[in-house]
């Protein structure tokens, strides 16, 4: 499959579940508020779902897809299916257990989790019991994690991306069965999430099975392929989850602040995951197999094309994305989440923190492709140590802004440890030599940036305009005039983009083509 339609095929239905995530959070919104429930409901939500961004998306993938892609390429399908089903036994033997220490022990991990709740005893408890229902959703999310490794590593990126939609609409089906069947909605919800991952365990096996897969069900043995996979998870999950990683101790952090923190961040955090998934995701998922098969054939010359096109992509897509969340990030809020117990101060709150957020939504995605050139070689080393640097600054800048800035603070913190992540990483590949950054990038680079700031301002101006329609009492005038902001954001963006030559129309066009990547022209890379 070509390269940039992998991106698209992956950011395209990423985007399908981000757009269903939405329909859930307006319906949480209108049900939870941002209130000692729904603090509780995502306090128990952020548990699994931070495995599965930092385990399912990133730790396992980064470790898996590379060593499967070796194996497929050096020793063929049946050697490469034998070590996925080695790694198969081991990873249930060793999640089993550990979730069921992990339910007994729930109240304790609750203390590190969410160490503000203590003082609130019914909020506390409740966050406990709603975990309990929702770490299930750990080990079935790493079985859809092994799945997805291979289906990509065969260059079947579809069936993957779209199983975190079967996530949203089970959980929206929850909500709107809640009220009329008697539950209640944050235990509903909990529950939901561990339903969603059998449902996406089924889906996978089915998509596995389709590719031709058929994965037996062996003794655990650590082999020496598994052992060399478990060596590389660990590194992986610090290397490529700084942000998740991050996000996780906002959590910790906006615990300790008064109620509805928590959730600021949270309904924040959505939107901000709007460009990070179809982009970041979409990227890192598609460049990695990619870049592990020219490097296990000493192919460097493709290896450094691959790398500045996937850096290309984040700044086309990530510059934009980052300047549209900073300057219309409240009519958005208001529009999506802003009714039934969600009212203006949880939007202005919310707001402020999704700009601080977007801040950083350049960097992730660029970080993505930077780390996926380590995990590529099997270098996770380097990684980790700029994720601990990063991860420390970033609590000691939080900390320090907290007393100032509240939950605003939080979140700046997290944008500005992004922007961190790249200078480490880039200043690291320029010691070893491996980052080789062709003509067409760095002529691009300035333009595209510009094209951004054009569409800012434009925003600004249109915002303004639009502002008797974004607040109109009908709830659909308010999305359509939401919608022909953002519109008009891109219009404004792709115009500019194409006058100033940071993009062309023939970049759409060739990303439609079916060509493989081998096949069409590759520019000589050049130092920079």
Not at 444 to 450: T, Y
Request: glycine fraction near 10%.
């Amino acid at each position: 499959m070509n390269f940039s339609r992998a991106i698209a095929t992956v950011g395209g239905l990423t985007l399908l579940s981000r757009l269903a995530g939405f329909a859930r959070d307006i319906l949480t919104a209108s049900v939870l508020g941002a209130g000692p429930v729904a603090d509780a409901f995502f306090i128990a939500l952020k548990l699994p779902n931070f495995f599965r961004r930092l385990f399912a998306e990133g730790a396992f993938g980064v470790a898996f897809v590379p060593l499967f892609a070796a194996e497929l390429q050096i020793q063929g399908r049946s050697a490469a299916v034998r070590f996925a089903e080695e790694a198969l036994a081991v990873l249930l033997a060793a999640l089993l257990p550990f979730t069921l220490v992990a339910l007994a022990v729930m109240p304790w991990l609750m203390h590190g989790l969410a160490p503000g709740f203590v003082d609130e005893p019914e909020k506390f408890a409740l966050a406990v019991e709603l975990a309990r229902l929702t770490f299930p959703y750990l080990t079935l999310i790493s079985l859809v994690a092994l799945l997805g490794g291979i289906l990509n590593a065969l260059d079947r990126f579809g069936p993957f991306a779209a199983a975190p939609i079967a996530f949203n609409l089970t959980l929206v089906g929850a909500l709107l069965l809640a009220p009329p069947l008697g539950w209640q909605p944050g235990r509903a919800m909990a529950a939901a999430v561990t339903l969603s991952g059998v449902i996406q365990v089924v889906w996978m096996t089915w998509a596995c099975r389709v590719a031709g897969v058929r994965l037996r069900l062996r003794r655990p043995r650590l082999t020496d392929g598994v052992r060399r996979l478990f060596r590389l998870v660990g590194p992986g999950a610090l290397g490529a989850g700084v942000m998740q990683i991050n996000l996780f101790l906002n959590i910790v952090l906006a615990s300790l602040l008064p109620s509805g923190a928590v959730s600021f961040l949270y309904y924040a955090d959505r939107l901000n995951q709007m460009p990070l998934g179809v982009i970041g995701i979409a990227i890192g998922t598609a460049l990695l197999p990619v870049l592990a098969r020219h490097a296990a054939a000493g192919d460097d010359a493709m290896v450094r094309h691959y790398l500045s096109r996937a850096l290309e992509f984040s700044l086309l897509l990530g510059l934009p994305a980052a300047v549209a969340l900073g300057v219309s990030g409240g009519p958005m809020v208001a529009v999506l989440f802003e009714r039934g117990a969600f009212g203006p101060a949880e939007t202005q709150a919310t707001a402020m923190a999704l700009a601080a957020y977007a801040l950083g939504i350049p960097a992730y995605v660029i970080a993505k492709s930077l780390n996926a050139a380590f995990f590529a070689r099997q270098d996770t080393t380097t990684p980790v140590r700029v994720a601990v640097v990063v991860t420390a600054s970033t609590v000691g800048l939080a900390l320090a802004l907290l007393p100032v800035l509240g939950h605003v603070g939080i979140a700046l913190a997290t944008g500005l440890a992004a922007w961190l992540d790249v200078g480490l990483l880039v200043a690291a590949m320029r010691r070893r030599g491996i980052l080789a950054l062709d003509a067409r990038l760095r002529r691009r680079g300035p333009r595209i940036a510009a094209a951004a700031v054009g569409m800012g301002i434009a925003l600004a101006v249109g915002e303004t305009v639009l502002t008797p329609w974004l607040t109109h009492p009908a709830t659909a005038v308010r999305f359509a005039a939401l919608g022909a902001l953002v519109v008009m954001g891109v219009l404004v963006f792709g115009a500019l983009a194409q006058a100033l030559g940071g993009g062309r129309i023939s970049d759409l066009r060739t990303t439609l083509k079916r060509t493989a990547p081998e096949e069409s022209a590759v520019e000589t890379p050049t130092r920079g």
